[in-house]
């Protein structure tokens, strides 16, 4: 089935239709805006939630949070779709328990989502000899939910150049399914179900970071980091709910229902961030996802559509404001990245591979004692192929974070 042909549909990837949606991946808020996951440095004034051995870094009460608004311009072989999705992001809270030395982390954030509308229209024969006539019929299916994460975790700054951390999450699972058949013909009436998935499970995930100041100058930094997210299974429960007219009938009793397991896969992050300065940073990060181990006991059928996904992520920062200059330009974090990605699905032959270019601008808080900012970022991406009657995208995003860093549980002493 195309993808809408509505003017403007509030849907996301018709890639997100497969498997329990299409993955997010974890990233620091800033860090988007590199093409990176963030795993491989550390920013004193903005949370970070990739790598749990940055949390033994802090020093500030620190909190993030954003939105996000993407547009996807698909395109196939004989059909054009525009599908706007507006999203909210993830949220944490990182907090010193000793300052510059252990701290902790509260956060929720997505793993996967799943967001698409689908429509086909057909026509079939109905009845028998000469009463025999075509009907028009249209299929309309929508999708939406998908995997999220609540976790909490620490980390434990064990010298002065290196750390640990480690973080415990449940991971929810919320899918719809819904099907709508309509008829061009009054004397039919509109039929209609929903699929729904729901289940949890618990995650672990390890992460550690090195950092080796003063490797080629007086001021210049490496970082080395790297995160391990371990298998999750999932306990789940899938019902088919038909819609009756003013009632509704809900059974778990069938194929493909009732009980069941899903598996997500095994996620590892890592890469090297080289800070010239205190003004620059080139980073590049790397992240492995083996899912061609995904199990979906719900979807037998899709599992040889996925393959391992790997994402390449190159990213350089700029931070002239730590000068003090008073020119207008200077009051700014600028950011700039591009990543390719591999993808996880893998139909008729065909990877479903991502190329994206970002772009970020960071807003300093005028108020002269705060270190808090706000985070503009911009993406452009190309996603998929035409080839073999498959769809293309072009991906436009914008998204804004607020990112909050201020003294806390502190005592101001008299001097």
Same mark, same amino acid.
């Given at each position: 089935?195309?993808?809408?042909?509505?003017?403007?549909?509030?849907?996301?990837?018709?890639?997100?239709?497969?498997?329990?949606?299409?993955?997010?991946?974890?990233?620091? /808020?800033?860090?988007?805006?590199?093409?990176?996951?963030?795993?491989?440095?550390?920013?004193?004034?903005? $949370?970070?939630?990739?790598?749990?051995?940055?949390?033994?870094?802090?020093?500030?009460?620190?909190?993030?949070?954003?939105?996000?608004?993407?547009?996807?311009?698909?395109?196939?072989?004989?059909?054009?779709?525009?599908?706007?999705?507006?999203?909210?992001?993830?949220?944490?809270?990182?907090?010193?328990?000793?300052?510059?030395?252990?701290?902790?982390?509260?956060?929720?954030?997505?793993?996967?989502?799943?967001?698409?509308?689908?429509?086909?229209?057909?026509?079939?024969?109905?009845?028998?000899?000469?009463?025999?006539?075509?009907?028009?019929?249209?299929?309309?299916?929508?999708?939406?939910?998908?995997?999220?994460?609540?976790?909490?975790? &620490?980390?434990?700054?064990?010298?002065?150049?290196?750390?640990?951390?480690? $973080?415990?999450?449940?991971?929810?699972?919320?899918?719809?399914?819904?099907?709508?058949?309509?008829?061009?013909?009054?004397?039919? =009436?509109?039929?209609?179900?929903?699929?729904?998935?729901?289940?949890?499970?618990?995650?672990?995930?390890?992460?550690?970071?090195?950092?080796?100041?003063?490797?080629?100058?007086?001021?210049? =930094?490496?970082?080395?980091?790297?995160?391990?997210?371990?298998?999750?299974?999932?306990?789940?429960?899938?019902?088919? /709910?038909?819609?009756?007219?003013?009632?509704?009938?809900?059974?778990?009793?069938?194929?493909?229902?009732?009980?069941?397991?899903?598996?997500?896969?095994?996620?590892?992050?890592?890469?090297?961030?080289?800070?010239?300065?205190?003004?620059?940073? &080139?980073?590049?990060?790397?992240?492995?996802?083996?899912?061609?181990?995904?199990?979906?006991?719900?979807?037998?059928?899709?599992?040889?559509?996925?393959?391992?996904?790997?994402?390449?992520?190159?990213?350089? =920062?700029?931070?002239?404001?730590?000068?003090?200059?008073?020119?207008?330009?200077?009051?700014?974090?600028?950011?700039?990245?591009?990543?390719?990605?591999?993808?996880?699905?893998?139909?008729?032959?065909?990877?479903?591979?991502?190329?994206?270019?970002?772009?970020?601008?960071?807003?300093?808080?005028?108020?002269?004692?705060?270190?808090?900012?706000?985070?503009?970022?911009?993406?452009?991406?190309?996603?998929?192929?035409?080839?073999?009657?498959?769809?293309?995208?072009?991906?436009?995003?914008?998204?804004?974070?607020?990112?909050?860093?201020?003294?806390?549980?502190?005592?101001?002493?008299?001097?």
């Amino acid at each position: 089935m195309a993808q809408s042909q509505d003017e403007q549909a509030k849907s996301g990837s018709v890639y997100s239709k497969l498997g329990i949606g299409y993955p997010v991946g974890l990233s620091s /808020t800033s860090a988007r805006s590199l093409g990176l996951t963030g795993v491989s440095y550390n920013e004193t004034y903005v $949370a970070g939630l990739t790598n749990p051995a940055h949390w033994g870094h802090t020093v500030y009460g620190l909190g993030a949070g954003g939105v996000g608004i993407d547009s996807y311009n698909a395109s196939g072989a004989s059909a054009e779709a525009r599908n706007v999705h507006f999203g909210i992001h993830q949220f944490q809270l990182q907090l010193p328990v000793i300052r510059g030395k252990f701290g902790v982390s509260a956060s929720f954030s997505p793993v996967t989502q799943s967001n698409f509308r689908n429509y086909q229209e057909d026509v079939m024969d109905v009845g028998t000899g000469v009463t025999q006539d075509t009907l028009l019929y249209g299929i309309e299916n929508r999708g939406s939910g998908g995997a999220n994460r609540a976790e909490l975790g &620490f980390g434990w700054r064990i010298t002065p150049h290196i750390s640990v951390g480690y $973080a415990a999450s449940i991971v929810f699972i919320s899918l719809d399914d819904h099907y709508t058949g309509v008829f061009g013909n009054a004397n039919y =009436q509109t039929v209609g179900y929903t699929l729904e998935t729901s289940g949890s499970g618990f995650g672990n995930r390890f992460g550690t970071y090195i950092r080796i100041p003063g490797l080629l100058g007086s001021e210049d =930094q490496l970082g080395i980091g790297a995160s391990v997210n371990l298998p999750v299974s999932i306990d789940a429960q899938r019902k088919q /709910t038909a819609d009756l007219g003013p009632s509704s009938l809900s059974t778990e009793d069938g194929g493909n229902l009732g009980n069941g397991t899903i598996t997500l896969p095994m996620t590892i992050n890592a890469g090297l961030s080289y800070h010239p300065s205190r003004l620059t940073m &080139f980073a590049t990060e790397a992240t492995y996802e083996n899912w061609s181990d995904f199990d979906n006991d719900f979807k037998p059928s899709e599992g040889a559509l996925f393959t391992d996904r790997y994402k390449y992520g190159l990213g350089f =920062q700029y931070f002239p404001y730590i000068t003090g200059s008073n020119k207008f330009l200077s009051q700014f974090k600028y950011r700039i990245g591009a990543s390719y990605d591999t993808g996880h699905l893998k139909i008729q032959g065909e990877k479903i591979n991502t190329l994206k270019f970002s772009f970020g601008l960071g807003i300093l808080s005028p108020r002269s004692n705060s270190n808090s900012s706000i985070d503009l970022s911009f993406e452009y991406g190309l996603r998929g192929t035409q080839n073999m009657n498959l769809v293309e995208e072009q991906i436009w995003g914008v998204r804004l974070s607020l990112n909050l860093a201020e003294i806390m549980f502190f005592r101001p002493k008299l001097q």
